[in-house]
C-alpha cells in the first residue's frame, strides 16, 4: 500500500514565524499535492509538483510556498503565519503516468496560528 | 473553470439502508475522471470509487456503486447495505483529462444511525 507520511499531527506556532510542514511518500510517485480543508469549503489546492524541483501554483498559493528537493519529499513552507492560516493541511501524491491514478492521502496536519 | 457542487452538507440513513449522496459539476472538457473520497473521523482522505468519463457503464466496488450521468453532469454515489463505519465526509472530486490537479466539492457528513 502507498504510504503518505505527514510530519505532524498537530502544530501550534505563532503569528510571524516560518512554518514548514514536511510530507513524505514511499510509492515513488511523480506527483505531490498540497491542500489545505476548511469546513464548509472543502479542499483546496495550494500548491503541486509533478518533478523534483518542479512547482505549480493550486488555487490559493498566496501566503504559500513550497520544495521538492527529492522525489518523495514535498514541503509547504508558510513564510510568515497568520491566523488565517489555522487549518488542516493534507498531502497527496499520485503516479505521473497513468490519467485515473488516484491521490494518495496523508493523515493531515492541524496547525493552528495563535 | 471546473466547479463541483455537493448539494447535501448532511445526510443521514438507517444502517442496512441504502443511501444516495448527489454531485454535479461544470465542465467544457469530454476528456476527465471523476472520484469519491471517504474520510472517516481518523481523517485519513481514501477513494471510494472512481469513473472514466469515456465509460458509459457506471462503475461499482461492493457496496458502493455510482449513477454518471455524462450529459446531466452528475455524478451520485449509492451505498447500499449502509454500515456503521460508512459513518464519514463523502467528497466528491474531479479531475481534467488533460491535468493532474483535483477539484473537490464541499463534502457531505453521512451519518448512519444503528
Known amino acids: 500500500d502507498v504510504k503518505v507520511t505527514q510530519s505532524s499531527r498537530y502544530l501550534v506556532k505563532r503569528t510571524g514565524e516560518k512554518v514548514f510542514l514536511e510530507c513524505v511518500q514511499d510509492?515513488?510517485?511523480?506527483?505531490m499535492f498540497w491542500y489545505r480543508q476548511d469546513p464548509g469549503l472543502g479542499l483546496r489546492l495550494i500548491y503541486f509538483?509533478?518533478?523534483?524541483?518542479?512547482?505549480e501554483k493550486g488555487d490559493i498559493p498566496e501566503g504559500y510556498s513550497v520544495s521538492r528537493e527529492k522525489k518523495e519529499r514535498f514541503s509547504l513552507i508558510l513564510e510568515s503565519a497568520s491566523t488565517n492560516q489555522t487549518s488542516m493541511y493534507l498531502c497527496?501524491?499520485?503516479?505521473?503516468?497513468?490519467?485515473?491514478?488516484?491521490?494518495?492521502f496523508g493523515d493531515g496536519t492541524r496547525l493552528s496560528i495563535l | 473553470a471546473q466547479t463541483v457542487t455537493q448539494s447535501q452538507p448532511e445526510m443521514s440513513v438507517q444502517e442496512a439502508e441504502t443511501v444516495t449522496l448527489s454531485c454535479t459539476y461544470d465542465t467544457s472538457e469530454s476528456d476527465y475522471y471523476l472520484f469519491w473520497y471517504k474520510q472517516p473521523p481518523s481523517r485519513q482522505m481514501i477513494l471510494v470509487i472512481r469513473?472514466?468519463?469515456?465509460?458509459?457503464q457506471n462503475a461499482t466496488e461492493n457496496r458502493f456503486s455510482v449513477n454518471f450521468q455524462k450529459a446531466a453532469k452528475s455524478f451520485s454515489l449509492k451505498i447500499s447495505d449502509s454500515q456503521l463505519g460508512d459513518a464519514a465526509m463523502y467528497f466528491c472530486a474531479y479531475r481534467g483529462g488533460s491535468n493532474y490537479k483535483l477539484t473537490f466539492g464541499k463534502g457531505t457528513l453521512l451519518t448512519v444511525n444503528p
Open positions: 510509492m515513488d510517485h511523480e506527483n
Open positions: 509538483s509533478y518533478d523534483v524541483k518542479m512547482k
Open positions: 469513473q472514466e468519463a469515456y465509460k458509459q
Open positions: 497527496a501524491s499520485s503516479r505521473g503516468d497513468r490519467r485515473a491514478e488516484p491521490q494518495h
